[in-house]
């Protein structure tokens, strides 16, 4: 699957750094022998190619941005299977296109599971709830049986029709740990409300309003029932809110997690790691 990655093009200090999925089909990728799981970053004067983790990717690109003297603004765009850079492009879909698209997938994804004999395949752990047909068609595409939606595997579900943002669509999915494969918490989760606006809470709508992949994003932490968890972390700061989002006085902190037990929320050891990784 050729996910459509926000990626970065810089010219900073005189050089063009393009990130790209690592399993792209360019020439310059396929050399470097990057696997799905890492980004491909190429230094386009010197016809540097190195591999890495989608983290140690934002990371070295942030490194370049701050060399920055003199030169362009650096600018958030969408490349192509041939890596030819294009600024962020005309046809980007809307929310409204984005959850249209959502709701017609799952109608799909009914009218085939309905029309499926046979028992279902148990499901990989998850925390998520899910509903059955979607957690089925998760587990049609999850060839290995290991939880996670590769982008090979997703290729079939993106390229096999017209449909101009199902590509866009699944790619937001990869909200949870952006990673450029998909889990079934974040499948589950993607598809909660797309063929029911009228409901989806507040957190889940503010956390599938934006693109995941954007350097810089904020991506709110909510509950199952997609309402805001008490503790938020963003770009060194953190801060309590309600469920609705609203943050209280005088609760902001930098470099330091924050206090919200007087909010009644217990953090896990994997809460406390989400947040500091965003400090």
Known sequence: MKILLAVLLCHVAWATVIVVPGDDDVEWCAQAKCTERQMCIMIQETQEVQCMPPQQAMEFVKIHASRQQGGSQTAQIKTRADATPVKAHQTHCTRSELMRMGGRLVKWFKDIH??????????????????????????????DMNGRLSKSELRPLERGGNEP?????????????????????????????????????????????????????????????????????????????????????????????PDCGQYASDLTEEDVAYLKARI
């Open 114 to 143: 309905s029309a499926e004999a046979g028992t279902d395949r148990t499901m990989k752990l998850h925390t998520v709830p899910c509903r059955a047909e979607i957690g089925w068609m998760f587990n049609q595409w999850d060839g």
């Open 165 to 257: 943002c199902v590509e866009e669509f699944i790619d937001m999915c990869d909200d949870m740990v952006v990673d450029g494969s998909i889990s079934v918490d974040e499948w589950c989760d993607c598809f909660t409300f797309a063929d029911d606006l009228r409901h989806e809470p507040p957190c889940h709508k503010a956390r599938h309003d934006v693109d995941p992949h954007l350097l810089g994003v904020f991506l709110p932490r909510c509950d199952l029932e997609g309402f805001y968890k008490p503790e938020q972390c963003h770009d060194g700061n953190c801060w309590c809110v309600d469920r609705y989002g609203r943050e209280f006085d005088k609760s902001r902190v930098q470099n330091t997690l």
